[in-house]
């Protein structure tokens, strides 16, 4: 499969270099603009970025992929790279910038997104950060197809992680960035075999079945 990869911090990195171990194509990485970092505030690239340059593949750095919005030219870019990449499927974790239709629209297989939470539990920015703060005694990692809503896409694969006494939003974040790699190079393999399950979002509150 081609998989175009979307995500820009050290939780998706993770996810790029287990599709990369696992034998997935990758032939172009969107990620955030390099950002000043550090005592001198110099330009650093992302760790999605550096991983990819480890392995030479293209990346693209749009400051916006709206093709009607304030950076149309990088918007109309990264969609000249994104068609290019003929991708089966995109994935995509903490990439940061919102996804248009159409790039929802252009990889065959749609957008996979790599979710921190159990879903429909802590949509949005930070979920490992929030379900440290509401003493949460689980969470997980939710692969969803992602549609134009803010994380409510169909839930594909969950798996549910017990929170520690111990834990921090750091050592927390360390087992779900290993836990999404895995899941996701699952999703696809399953996804390359025409068995991907799809189920809607239960409703607040409500207990779902998961793996």
Known sequence: MNVIFAGTPEFASVALQRLLEA??????????????????????????????????????????????????????EARAAIEAARADVMVVAAYGLILPQ?????????????????LPRWRGAAPIHRAIEA??????VTIMQMDAGLDTGDMCVIERLPIAATDTTASLHDKLAVLGGRLI????????CGGLPRTPQPAEGVTYAHK
Request: aromatic content about 4%.
């Open 135 to 140: 003493g949460d005694g689980e969470t997980g």
């Open 102 to 118: 159409w790039v929802l629209d252009t990889p065959a297989r749609g957008c996979l997104n790599i979710h921190a939470s159990l």
């Open 185 to 192: 190079v699952e999703a696809l393999e399953m996804s390359s």
């Open 23 to 76: 034998g997935f194509n990758v032939p172009l990485v969107l990620t955030q603009p390099d950002r000043p970092a550090g005592r001198g505030m110099k330009l650093q690239a992302s760790p999605v970025k550096q991983c990819a340059q480890s392995h030479g593949i293209a990346v693209s750095q749009p400051r916006s992929l709206r093709l009607d919005g304030k950076y149309p030219e990088d918007a109309a």
